[in-house]
């Protein structure tokens, strides 16, 4: 039981509820409230959150040295588990992704196949994403963000509609300054060993008022969206995100510098809980209303 705990926790399971809901919202969009009959519907959003858990996993094997001073608690820095247990762990995991969406549909398979790739090498070298300002910021805002909702869409709709991609792109501009709000607490480690996040390149009050208005500036694209029928009318409440979005700037900028010291900062929640009422409101406003 302690090593099922084990690999429970290298999965980070609080990050595994956003690509699920994800999933599921993009699917939502296109066909409603799917009955049991549309169980691939759910296994989708299951191999979502699979996903996920492999590229959190990968990014633990290929940041141990980094995590032994930022991170020393979690599982592989302190030795609950190895590293050939962790790299046969996320190798299970891509594989049973990848073989399990090449058996759903085509259209989804080579979207959860963009996302491995790019949430491996986000990590892994000889690309590793993550070492360079900017481009791991867009990694992670196409991967979690703009291809998640158009890979649930993928589920039960063609994706060559406009739709899904207008949607994923609001979640990805969002990401694209939200998802830094990891990074803070992690400035000592990354710059020992060159990983240049907006917090090291630029320090804690600066990346904030770099990434804040990504908090609320793209939710007010939702009337734009309607206005070329992009997305439907339903949607308009949802840009009331941008007010719980300032207040999360809001939190950043009273004192960046706290950031550094608190692993989730209440900011990071926010952050969190902004993408996934985003996600359900999206799937609500396709179906109950």
């Not at 759903?104 to 690309?127: D, G, H, K």
């Not at 400035?187 to 090291?200: E, W």
Request: net charge positive; proline share 6%.
């Amino acid at each position: 039981m302690k090593k099922i705990r084990t690999y429970w926790l290298i999965t980070r399971p609080f990050t595994l509820i956003a690509p699920f809901v994800g999933c599921l919202s993009g699917a939502f969009m296109v066909s409603g409230l799917p009955g049991l009959n549309n169980i691939h519907i759910y296994v989708g959003a299951l191999l979502a959150s699979f996903l996920n858990a492999a590229s959190n996993s990968n990014n633990q094997i290929f940041d141990i040295k980094i995590d032994k001073i930022n991170k020393p608690f979690r599982p592989l820095p302190s030795g609950e588990i190895s590293i050939k247990e962790t790299v046969l762990f996320t190798v299970s995991l891509y594989v049973f992704v990848i073989i399990c969406a090449y058996l759903i549909n085509r259209q989804f398979f080579v979207l959860v196949l963009a996302t491995a790739c790019i949430s491996f090498f986000y990590s892994a070298p000889p690309l590793r994403f993550k070492k360079y300002p900017y481009i791991s910021n867009i990694a992670i805002a196409v991967s979690r963000g703009l291809l998640l909702i158009v890979a649930g869409w993928s589920l039960v709709g063609s994706v060559s509609t406009p739709t899904p991609w207008f949607v994923g792109l609001i979640f990805a501009l969002y990401l694209l300054g939200a998802a830094s709000t990891k990074d803070f607490a992690d400035i000592k480690g990354d710059k020992k060993y060159g990983i240049m996040t907006l917090p090291v390149l630029y320090g804690a009050k600066k990346t904030a008022m770099i990434i804040t208005p990504f908090f609320y500036l793209p939710f007010l694209l939702i009337p734009l969206g309607i206005a070329f029928n992009l997305i439907k009318t339903t949607a308009w409440p949802l840009t009331t995100l941008s007010l719980w979005g300032f207040y999360a700037a809001g939190l950043i900028m009273r004192n960046p510098s706290r950031l550094t010291l608190e692993t989730n900062h209440i900011s990071w929640i926010h952050m969190y809980l902004i993408l996934i009422t985003g996600q359900i409101g999206f799937a609500l406003a396709y179906t109950i209303i």
